[in-house]
């Protein structure tokens, strides 16, 4: 193992299906009976994501059942300032790229400073006092443009949070589509998980277009530099 990772990705072996409140390692892969998970937890997000899930059991091990908690769950209100602003910008075609911090008060929507043109926004700043590190819920627009995980953004989106794209916000059916990222482990997962929004929201939810998936995007070599500024202010 990369001595930079050691003690910081926990290996596990499941004997029971009651897992602890709180994991001392920054990422923990749990061998269970149905498969491989990876678990992690940071204020307001605690995820169990499927991994690698066997087609045979695995004897003697209990079943895990994934998870993902949002806590609380995001208002609705902050899902639509998102939605105006990104259609503000796609008027001027620009994407836009937004910010949710988890802070003792609730959830706490910021617009970093950022470059913008009309087929990406990056933020300008990303040093760990950035609102760039300290993020747990990234979400950016793509103007007229479906909601979807581009090439670039499986490159960028290298850490542990919620990703989140606003598609088609200048039309009469705005899209939206989320996933958790965990260090470039993916799962798909429905708006409703996310923010508190009622089942008829306007917003057409397309995260499960193509039913429950979990994948990986371990492609290019993890972001090590981004991991390790999560895993000291978690630890701080």
């Known amino acids: 193992m990369n001595p930079l990772l050691e003690g910081i990705i926990g290996y596990k072996i499941v004997t029971t299906s009651s897992l602890p409140t709180h994991t001392s390692s920054g990422l923990e892969y ?3 009976g149905n498969g491989i998970f990876a678990r992690a937890i940071r204020p307001g997000i605690e995820v169990l994501m499927p991994i690698c899930l066997c087609s045979q059991t695995i004897k003697g091990l209990p079943h895990l059942t994934p998870y993902l908690k949002v806590t609380p769950l995001i208002p609705k209100p902050l899902l639509l300032e998102m939605w105006r602003s990104s259609y503000q910008a796609g008027n001027q075609f620009h994407e836009i790229l937004f910010h949710l911090h988890n802070t003792d008060a609730g959830w706490d929507l910021q617009v970093p400073e950022q470059i913008q043109t ?3 926004c990056q933020p300008t700043h990303s040093g760990s006092d950035s609102s760039h590190q300290k993020a747990a ?3 950016h627009s793509h103007g007229s443009l479906p909601a979807f995980f581009s090439t670039t953004d499986n490159a960028d989106e290298s850490g542990f949070r919620i990703y989140g794209v606003l598609g088609r916000v200048n039309t009469l059916k705005p899209e939206i ?4 990222g965990l260090f470039r482990h993916c799962w798909d ?3 409703r998980a996310v923010f508190d929004i009622d089942p008829d929201f306007f917003m057409l939810d397309v995260s499960l277009s193509y039913g429950c998936k979990f994948y990986s995007t371990d492609v290019p070599p993890v972001n090590l530099k981004e991991f390790l500024n999560f895993l000291i202010m978690r630890f701080l």
């Open 177 to 180: 589509k989320l996933r958790v």
């Open 137 to 139: 819920v990234d979400i």
């Open 189 to 191: 997962v429905p708006a």
């Open 118 to 120: 009309p087929t990406s």
């Open 30 to 32: 749990l061998y269970a």
